[in-house]
């Protein structure tokens, strides 16, 4: 099929809702959002990667377009028109059984989250054309994909000295939690007997392991369970998911963070509950995925109201419970979605929560709060770069550092000191303050302290090609040949860790790091060997950038390689020997 190669910017459209279908896109590079207008507004369906096309379905149907499409980041598509795209379909059954295989999951997973799938496919049976979903269905014999993308979340019976009203709220949390179409839940009956005289500690750590066997002996996606402290007009919610995602996003939820709800909780706070269960899971599924992304961004539309008009009667440490649970599933969708917008929306709700808790009386939440406070901050630097926002964060992840130690809450404490180090790198890189660049390096030595090459091998990494970086930086400024050596090894070690056919850009930025360290310790030392090397780095980072199409990395790869070989040239002398 004949293509053309488009590119588009952040938040530019593609296409819109109701708009003439004319072409099929490929996307090559980049992110795109599929989202449709729901009853709270838009509502974002998939977030599709690299090689995945959209746009098809208007083509076949001969409709209009039923979804947004919109770029996140700047992004680069192959574009085909409706004609050629028709040719090939009625010409080639390899891709025809590809496209309707994709097109009928799409169908099934996401479209029939806001309308009725029964009308959908009707429509669809009744439209003229020779290109209609069911003729292509007869034509090669194509069954969609095998996962509904039902998510199914289950509820333990809650812990109280009223087994009445724990009955009733476990029922109430259940029909609130089970009207949103894919997704399913249920109560599972299993005997609580715990002593409800337990200290609070061991009463928790009980359920959780009632909890994880449930959920292993269930094959849910998610276990909810608590219960209801004296005096009895609050819910202590918990979440355990069968699946953990990345564990150092912002707003991740730690196994311990509690939601607390009043009993006979309204609507909005139903949306809430869902909100933050939906937060905490991960999928591989793309069905799954698909819904997830889908439900959350509508349940916490519609739990705004609620979150902003808490019920008088709770306390302070109620409300934060529920600003800081609102804060982490905003920031987990934003996270998945990279949308600046949302990190906005995570900060202004986690500033709200640290002005109702006290450090004295809720240490660990109010370290919890700075923490997600101070890495909401760092992902909107990462697009803005602006030195007071940088500062803000630095100040909240080193308030996060009061209470995490690394003898009490170790993983906390090393992903906050890593987080840290990389504010402070970036802030020298604004300010050139030598001396946040050292508080940079010894914050990531800091979390090596954790994360280390055995145990944590990924993450020591991570932190290590970060302190590669700080340390290049700071060799240069000292002009210390020392220090570039300790970056230079660094890189070495982390590409021990990082290969090139399982993660080929990470594994290409670290030789791009390489690269650099050697070619400053090359021009600092006169070794012609560090120059080599630092070629022969930038080289191999170019080759993957390339082969990804992440073309401004390769531009920034072939400027290095370039003054790397000029830098050559101009050490040889007229005969071709170096001096």
């Not at 109280?160 to 009207?179: F, T």
């Not at 070619?519 to 993957?544: S, W």
Request: net charge negative; with cysteine.
């Amino acid at each position: 099929m004949k293509k053309i190669e488009r590119r588009f910017k952040d938040g530019d459209f593609l296409f819109r809702e109701n708009e003439r279908s004319t072409s099929v896109y490929v996307l090559v590079q980049g992110n795109v959002e599929l989202s449709k207008t729901g009853q709270h507004g838009p509502v974002m369906l998939a977030m599709l990667e690299p090689n995945e096309m959209f746009g098809e379905i208007g083509i076949i149907d001969g409709g209009v377009r039923s979804l947004n499409a919109i770029a996140v980041g700047n992004i680069l598509v192959e574009e085909t028109t409706r004609d050629v795209f028709l040719e090939a379909l009625d010409g080639e059954a390899g891709i025809a059984v590809d496209v309707v295989g994709k097109m009928v999951k799409r169908l099934h997973q996401a479209n029939e989250r806001l309308s009725h799938p029964k009308t959908a496919i009707a429509k669809l049976q009744n439209s003229g054309g020779n290109f209609s979903i069911v003729g292509m269905f007869k034509k090669f014999a194509v069954r969609g994909g095998n996962n509904s993308g039902r998510i199914e979340i289950k509820v333990l019976p809650l812990l109280s000295e009223d087994q009445e009203v724990a009955d009733s709220q476990r029922r109430h949390i259940v029909a609130s939690l089970g009207k949103r179409p894919g997704i399913k839940v249920k109560a599972f009956n299993e005997k609580v007997d715990i002593d409800v005289d337990l200290h609070p500690d061991d009463r928790f750590m009980k359920l959780r392991e009632l909890a994880a066997s449930t959920l292993y002996d269930s094959n849910g996606d998610l276990i909810i369970y608590g219960d209801i402290p004296p005096p009895g007009n609050t819910l202590h919610l918990h979440f355990l998911p069968a699946n953990v995602g990345s564990d150092d996003h912002p707003g991740y939820t730690l196994p311990s963070t509690v939601l607390t709800l009043p009993v006979d909780f309204e609507y909005e706070l139903a949306e809430l509950l869902l909100a933050v269960a939906l937060s905490v899971m991960s999928f591989k599924d793309e069905g799954k995925r698909m819904r997830l992304g889908q439900a959350l961004s509508e349940t916490l539309y519609a739990a705004m109201p609620a979150v902003q008009s808490l019920p008088q009667d709770l306390n302070n440490r109620e409300r934060a419970s529920i600003q800081m649970c609102y804060g982490n599933a905003v920031a987990t969708l934003a996270f998945h979605r990279g949308t600046i917008d949302l990190y906005h929306v995570a900060v202004q709700t986690y500033r709200a929560t640290l002005e109702q808790l006290s450090r004295g009386d809720s240490p660990i939440d109010w370290a919890l709060t700075q923490k997600h406070l101070g890495a909401s901050l760092q992902a909107i630097v990462e697009h803005t770069s602006d030195e007071d926002t940088l500062r803000q964060a630095a100040e909240a992840l080193e308030a996060s550092l009061e209470i995490f130690r690394p003898d009490n809450f170790p993983m906390q404490w090393a992903s906050a000191q890593n987080r840290l180090g990389q504010v402070l790198f970036k802030l020298d890189m604004k300010t050139g303050e030598q001396e946040i660049l050292k508080k940079s390096l010894a914050a990531f030595q800091a979390a090596l302290q954790v994360f280390n090459r055995n145990e944590f091998p990924l993450r020591w990494a991570d932190v290590m090609n970060n302190l590669a970086q700080a340390a290049q930086v700071l060799g240069e400024q000292l002009h210390n040949a020392e220090v570039l050596e300790k970056a230079v090894n660094a890189c070495l070690g982390v590409l021990e860790i990082r290969r090139k056919e399982k993660s080929p850009l990470q594994w290409a930025a670290t030789q791009n790091n390489l690269g650099s360290a050697m070619f400053l310790l090359g021009k600092l030392t006169n070794d012609q060997a560090h120059l080599e090397g630092a070629a022969n780095a930038f080289d191999q980072a170019l080759g993957v950038y390339m082969a990804h199409k992440a073309e401004h990395l390769a531009a920034v790869a072939s400027k290095n390689l370039s003054r790397v070989r000029l830098h050559l040239g101009e050490k040889k002398n007229v005969s071709g020997v170096y001096s």
